[in-house]
């Protein structure tokens, strides 16, 4: 026989209790558990602070997620340094705002083994959901331990292979033929690329449209003028060192997959007496907003920030609200934006590209 005593469970918390103690109706407890509307970020706290400290599970947790909300999200970025990066984060912790959500960032430096850290931390913090601008192609523990965590994932810019998980981005196959179309239009055969790390899906996708559609115009892009690096100028800088050291082989134009590498290399060149576009064309992807100033004058195919950034937090708040609601793939538009950094006269040039966003797929 077993002495020891058993355990008397703890009585249920109702809503009702919750709502006496925090002097509020039930129908506020009941809006702040089911992710609705109406309710101010203070307001929202101290409810899921009493429920907690109560022991209150709502129908909502209960059924679905087995734990409470804390009305957190997870932001994992490769870092704040990559301008795209800091924008997609502050559009994406203006949204969370507007519903009560509170959000933790957290940067990887693009290395897998933070990436994993970062999941296991987020995970322990009980974060709702997370969204990812720094996942990697083939991304099993990150991924795997926030779907242990039942905790919902939305990839923005960047998908993983095989990964419950919805996903926010642009054509990027499309978009890199566009401007690589274009630059080979200027009449120039002699072409390098520079992207981000291949392990990115958005970095790797775009070298290989870059690629083929040179191919496909009769143009060959050598091996060593294919250069990976990290999605910041000084990985630009470091991408113009390796390019243009030789004065007698350099390339005519350098198409990249990013805004911060192509000012990186634009910078590295001016430095060193190459003008631009005189000597070389650079062109970027990205599209954000100083890039395309007057001053910089950068060609560059233009994501939608807010629209990307907003679309995953709507996502992933779908799911935090309904768990059982399918993952979705939304294609954002983008278009090519024509500066000067190519060569172009863009008051007199006419012709921008432009994609319609598809249909929302599930």
Not at 2 to 24: L, Y
């Amino acid at each position: 026989m077993d002495d020891r005593q058993t355990a008397k469970p703890r009585p249920r918390v109702s809503a009702a209790q919750v709502a006496r103690a925090c002097g509020v109706s039930t129908a506020t407890v009941s809006y702040v558990f089911n992710g609705k509307q109406g309710v101010s970020a203070t307001v929202r706290r101290q409810v899921i602070e009493t429920a907690n400290d109560l022991g209150y599970r709502s129908p909502l947790t209960t059924a679905q997620h087995n734990r409470t909300l804390t009305r957190v999200i997870g932001l994992i970025v490769p870092s704040m340094v990559n301008y795209m990066h800091m924008h997609w984060a502050q559009e994406i912790i203006e949204a969370a705002d507007a519903e009560g959500f509170d959000v933790f960032v957290a940067t990887t430096g693009d290395d897998p083994e933070r990436l994993a850290h970062v999941a296991t931390t987020m995970a322990a913090r009980g974060v709702d959901g997370v969204i990812s601008t720094g996942g990697m192609r083939l991304d099993a523990r990150a991924h795997g331990t926030l779907s242990a965590a039942r905790i919902p994932v939305v990839n923005l810019s960047r998908s993983v292979e095989h990964a419950d998980a919805s996903f926010i981005g642009i054509d990027d196959a499309q978009a890199a033929r566009e401007l690589m179309t274009h630059v080979l239009g200027h009449g120039v055969d002699r072409v390098a690329t520079v992207i981000g790390p291949r392990f990115s899906t958005a970095s790797a996708t775009r070298e290989h449209s870059f690629i083929t559609t040179a191919a496909e115009h009769g143009i060959t892009i050598p091996g060593r003028w294919r250069v990976s690096t990290r999605l910041n100028r000084n990985g630009g800088r470091i991408a113009a060192e390796e390019l243009l050291a030789d004065p007698h082989d350099r390339p005519q134009a350098i198409v990249c997959g990013s805004d911060e590498v192509a000012l990186g290399i634009i910078e590295h060149s001016l430095v060193a007496g190459i003008d631009i576009p005189d000597d070389l064309i650079v062109v970027g992807s990205d599209g954000l907003a100083r890039s395309r100033s007057p001053l910089l004058g950068l060609t560059t195919i233009v994501q939608p920030v807010a629209e990307m950034a907003r679309s995953a937090f709507t996502v992933l708040l779908e799911r935090i609200a309904d768990p059982s609601t399918p993952t979705r793939t939304v294609i954002c538009p983008h278009r090519l934006h024509i500066g000067t950094s190519c060569g172009c006269h863009p008051e007199t040039f006419n012709s921008l590209t432009t994609r319609r966003p598809d249909t929302l797929q599930p």
